[in-house]
């Protein structure tokens, strides 16, 4: 599984163009470490790291969480459901021309309200 993260993360790497150095420095790791992430031989590694490389390569932090070990396939599957997007509690509402001058009025006051 290590392997596969390591080769997911050269992939990104290489993909953009990077070399070991401009990745690592602003993940805020050193290129060593790095460079031993995509060879596969970092045992556990740490989920803050993986995040901090997600958005420098601009991979799914869930993706590399599940190469790394930390999810399995139900844990991984629970997440992405908690993450995905709600509809919308007026979806598939027919509300009538009064109700939806109320709901404009009603995010007008909202909007007002805000502070500058």
């Given at each position: 599984?290590?392997?596969?993260?390591?080769?997911?993360?050269?992939?990104?790497?290489?993909e953009?163009?990077?070399?070991?150095?401009?990745?690592?420095?602003?993940?805020?790791?050193?290129?060593?470490?790095?460079?031993?992430?995509?060879?596969?031989?970092?045992?556990?590694?740490?989920?803050?790291?993986?995040?901090?490389?997600?958005?420098?390569?601009?991979?799914?932090?869930?993706?590399?969480?599940?190469?790394a070990?930390?999810?399995?396939?139900?844990?991984?599957?629970?997440?992405?459901?908690?993450?995905?997007?709600?509809?919308?509690?007026?979806?598939?509402?027919?509300?009538?021309?009064?109700?939806?001058?109320?709901?404009?009025?009603?995010?007008?006051?909202?909007?007002?309200?805000?502070?500058?």
């Amino acid at each position: 599984m290590l392997e596969a993260l390591g080769s997911v993360l050269r992939s990104g790497r290489k993909e953009r163009g990077l070399s070991l150095a401009a990745v690592a420095e602003p993940a805020r790791i050193s290129a060593a470490y790095l460079h031993k992430l995509e060879r596969g031989v970092v045992a556990n590694p740490s989920p803050r790291i993986l995040a901090r490389l997600a958005v420098v390569l601009e991979l799914p932090y869930m993706r590399l969480m599940e190469l790394a070990g930390y999810l399995n396939e139900m844990q991984l599957a629970e997440a992405r459901a908690r993450l995905a997007p709600k509809a919308h509690p007026l979806a598939g509402q027919q509300l009538t021309d009064e109700e939806w001058k109320r709901v404009g009025a009603f995010i007008r006051k909202l909007v007002a309200r805000r502070p500058s």
